[in-house]
């Protein structure tokens, strides 16, 4: 059982470059759930979805964008990168019942030149 | 570790000692709350939870303590282990939010032989 799974583990980009972060889980979670991490700061919450076709924003949405086209996926989009992306993006599953803790995925170290 | 605050809190405990982390929340509609720890070059894993309902729950060498009149919660660690360092971090479950989490900065919990 694999859990919460990350892909790439490290990436670096030039400004203006677009890529994907893959998130995948294997534990049926409706709940899925993008965070980025950066120093002196708690994890803040970019997008979220409670289910297959429905996402929605959190505290710091913009320049990402997501979809949630399965159960088991939920890639994350960076559509022109600035250095400000510069963090580390933790992914996060947990089942859609209130208070249910999330399990989170290792993590993608994203470096924006 | 490298993807977690250069300037957090930082709790020093002697091996075997008691440690108690602290986290002050400002959401009186905050209903469920979770303790993560999060080592080097890894995700959030999950420690504990407790619901607004409870004021302590126990764990494996874990207790959390929840006081709703100060909003704070604590987290107790019996025993302290090397392994035990690491960064936690506490999050809270608004209510009406199903499982969106808002976290805390972290502490850095480093354990001295």
């Known amino acids: 059982n694999a859990g919460v799974t990350q892909t790439p583990k490290f990436q670096v980009l030039k400004t203006g470059q677009s890529m994907t972060l893959q998130c995948a889980q294997d534990?049926?979670?409706?709940?899925m759930s993008w965070y980025r991490q950066d120093p002196g700061m708690g994890l803040r919450l970019i997008h979220y979805?409670?289910?297959?076709?429905?996402?929605d924003q959190g505290e710091v949405p913009n320049g990402y964008n997501v979809s949630r086209s399965t159960t088991e996926d939920f890639p994350l989009r960076l559509l022109s990168a600035a250095p400000s992306q510069t963090s580390v993006y933790f992914c996060?599953?947990?089942?859609?019942?209130?208070?249910?803790?999330?399990?989170f995925g290792q993590g993608t170290r994203l470096t924006v030149v | 570790g490298e993807s977690v605050g250069l300037h957090l809190p930082t709790l020093s405990v002697q091996e075997g000692d008691n440690s108690i982390i602290n986290c002050a929340y400002s959401?009186?509609?905050?209903?469920?709350f979770i303790w993560y720890k999060q080592e080097s070059g890894k995700g959030p894993q999950f420690i504990i939870d407790?619901?607004?309902?409870?004021d302590k729950r126990q764990g494996q060498r874990v207790t959390v303590l929840l006081n709703k009149t100060v909003k704070h919660l604590s987290l107790q660690i019996a025993a302290t282990q090397p392994g035990d360092s690491a960064v936690y971090f506490c999050?809270?479950?608004?209510?009406?939010?199903?499982?969106?989490?808002?976290f805390g900065t972290g502490t850095r919990l480093q354990v001295t032989l």
């Open positions: 996060a599953s947990s089942r859609a019942n209130p208070g249910v803790a999330a399990f």
């Open positions: 534990m049926n979670h409706e709940y």
């Open positions: 979805s409670v289910g297959a076709g429905i996402t």
């Open positions: 959401n009186s509609a905050s209903d469920y």
């Open positions: 407790i619901r607004s309902n409870m």
């Open positions: 999050a809270e479950k608004d209510t009406g939010t199903a499982s969106k989490l808002t």
